[in-house]
């Protein structure tokens, strides 16, 4: 189990943080790098000088957008929390949600 998972104690079996969240940021990042003219990229936007300049911009964008989501994450947590719930049973969850929830079987064993 990662250290985010356990430490947040979050249930995450396809890592979609790890794929979405890291890869995301990393791509926002590397905009600065692969944007530079000294790199054979298209160039800055106006009044960018250096790829600092543009790694500092992609920086604050990217903590943005997490802070955003983040808070987005809490309010939606909270109202499906308050209509449905957040997790199944423990027996729900052993029998598979397929058969509990969707009445049919991925595979017949």
Same mark, same amino acid.
């Given at each position: 189990?990662? &250290? /985010?998972?356990?430490?947040?104690?979050? %249930?995450d #079996?396809? %890592? /979609?943080f *790890? /794929?979405?969240?890291v890869g995301g940021?990393?791509? &926002? &990042?590397?905009v600065?790098?692969f *944007? $530079?003219?000294s790199l #054979?990229?298209?160039g800055? *936007? %106006?009044g960018v =000088?250096?790829?600092? !300049?543009?790694?500092?911009?992609?920086?604050v964008?990217a %903590? *943005?957008?997490?802070?955003?989501?983040g808070?987005?994450?809490?309010v939606?947590? &909270?109202?499906?929390? $308050?209509f /449905?719930g957040l997790?199944v049973?423990e !027996? =729900?969850e052993?029998?598979?949600?397929d058969?509990?929830s969707?009445g =049919? #079987?991925?595979y017949?064993?």
């Amino acid at each position: 189990m990662g &250290v /985010v998972k356990r430490a947040l104690k979050i %249930d995450d #079996s396809l %890592d /979609v943080f *790890a /794929v979405h969240g890291v890869g995301g940021i990393l791509g &926002v &990042v590397l905009v600065a790098v692969f *944007a $530079a003219p000294s790199l #054979s990229g298209l160039g800055f *936007a %106006d009044g960018v =000088e250096t790829i600092g !300049d543009q790694l500092w911009r992609q920086l604050v964008g990217a %903590d *943005a957008t997490f802070v955003w989501a983040g808070i987005a994450t809490v309010v939606l947590v &909270v109202i499906v929390r $308050a209509f /449905v719930g957040l997790r199944v049973g423990e !027996d =729900e969850e052993t029998e598979g949600l397929d058969r509990t929830s969707h009445g =049919e #079987s991925g595979y017949n064993f």
